[in-house]
């Protein structure tokens, strides 16, 4: 997991302190020259959000390649898909023991991810900083 992603974009805006890159993500088929007539093919446009002290450095429609460690991304799966599927299954598994009723069971499932996503919320800022983008040199 010592890898570099690395995606090439276009500076979209530039704030105090913020650089907004605006990226093309790409399924790994969408370059494929059949890729028009698969279903599988797909690429998104995503804004990413460059946090840094030099921002004077860049300028709207300036090419640049952002990255992050593959460690940030395996991190950033884990918040995003891992914990949250985990607290689902061990409430669904739980309430239905105790109470045998599966509409209950999901329901509370379903319940105990509000907390979970407020928690996220309130902590935006210092997971910023752990789950972060560069733009490299």
Same mark, same amino acid.
């Given at each position: 997991?010592?890898?570099?992603? /690395?995606? +090439?974009?276009?500076? !979209? /805006?530039? $704030? #105090?302190? +913020?650089?907004?890159?605006?990226?093309?993500?790409?399924?790994?088929?969408?370059? +494929?020259?059949?890729?028009?007539? +698969?279903?599988?093919? $797909?690429?998104? !446009?995503?804004?990413? #959000?460059?946090?840094?002290?030099? @921002?004077? !450095?860049?300028?709207?429609?300036?090419?640049?390649? @952002? *990255?992050?460690?593959?460690?940030?991304?395996?991190?950033?799966? =884990?918040?995003?898909?891992?914990?949250?599927?985990? =607290?689902?299954?061990?409430? =669904?598994?739980?309430?239905?023991?105790?109470?045998?009723? !599966?509409?209950?069971?999901?329901? *509370?499932?379903?319940?105990?991810?509000?907390?979970?996503?407020?928690? =996220?919320?309130?902590? /935006? #800022?210092?997971? /910023?900083?752990?789950?972060?983008?560069?733009? $490299?040199?």
């Amino acid at each position: 997991m010592n890898q570099r992603i /690395r995606h +090439c974009g276009i500076v !979209e /805006r530039v $704030e #105090d302190g +913020c650089v907004h890159v605006r990226i093309v993500q790409t399924s790994a088929c969408a370059a +494929c020259k059949v890729a028009s007539y +698969c279903n599988a093919a $797909e690429s998104k !446009e995503k804004i990413i #959000d460059v946090f840094c002290n030099s @921002v004077a !450095e860049y300028s709207v429609g300036q090419q640049v390649v @952002v *990255s992050t460690s593959g460690q940030v991304a395996a991190k950033a799966l =884990l918040w995003a898909f891992g914990v949250p599927f985990v =607290l689902l299954m061990t409430v =669904l598994v739980l309430v239905l023991l105790l109470t045998g009723n !599966e509409g209950w069971a999901a329901l *509370s499932a379903l319940v105990a991810l509000i907390p979970y996503y407020i928690i =996220l919320w309130l902590f /935006r #800022d210092k997971m /910023r900083e752990q789950l972060a983008f560069q733009i $490299e040199a």
